[in-house]
Every structure is written in C-alpha cells, then in structure tokens.
C-alpha cells in the first residue's frame, strides 16, 4: 500500500480558500471510498468529508457543509478538497484516507498539509 500524499496547506485569513490534493494510487479495480480528516492540536483525528471511488456521492460533516467541497480525478490518482469560507476553527493538520462505512479511517496515517486560518 502506497502512503498518501496530501499537499496544498498554508496559511490564510478567516473568508479566505485554499485547495487541498491527496495523491493516492489504486489497486486496478477497487471500490472503496476516500476521504479528507483533520487534526487541531490537543485533539483527536475528525472526519471532514467522504467520496466514492466513483465520485458519485459525497459527504460532509455537518460543520463543513455548504463550504468544502471533495472531489476526485481517477485518471490522475488525485483528491481534492476545496476549502472556501475558511473559520479559525478549521486549523488543523488535513490528511486524506481510505474510508469504511461513512467515515472510519483505514490506513495508517501520513504527513499531512497544515491549514492555519488566521482571524
């Protein structure tokens, strides 16, 4: 299993975006769904938001909604998540993962990409 490799973090004022990749390959024929976690200091890993390994549905935690927006090109092996409206509470440490069910981890985790958000 190839580790994935998030990118795209910085720093940026509270309104503002940011687009966040993950490059992930896929074994030739899988089906399981992808997703975006987060990570603030002092806490534990939250789920950010899911997408099929088709694309065709997608999901939200309640606090992102309406404002990030995930989506996956198969032909590159790249997430994306698109970040606008950005609040100070969503600094965090971002990372992309393979999903069970809706929203459970899988693997373990890489690197990740800062988001800081300045107020």
């Known amino acids: 299993q190839v580790q994935p490799v998030e990118s795209g973090g910085g720093l940026v004022q509270a309104g503002g975006s940011l687009r966040l990749s993950c490059k992930a390959s896929?074994?030739?024929?899988?089906?399981?769904?992808m997703g975006w976690f987060r990570q603030a200091p002092g806490k534990e890993h939250e789920f950010v938001a899911g997408?099929?390994?088709?694309?065709?549905?997608?999901w939200y935690t309640d606090s992102v909604k309406g404002r990030f927006t995930i989506s996956s090109d198969n032909a590159k092996d790249t997430m994306y998540l698109q970040m606008n409206s950005l609040k100070p509470e969503d600094t965090a440490v971002y990372y992309c993962?393979?999903?069970?069910?809706?929203?459970?981890?899988?693997?373990?985790w890489g690197q990740g990409t800062q988001v800081t958000v300045s107020s």
């Open positions: 993962n393979r999903i069970q069910g809706s929203r459970t981890p899988v693997e373990s």
């Open positions: 896929r074994r030739a024929g899988s089906v399981y769904p």
């Open positions: 997408i099929s390994w088709n694309g065709a549905s997608t």
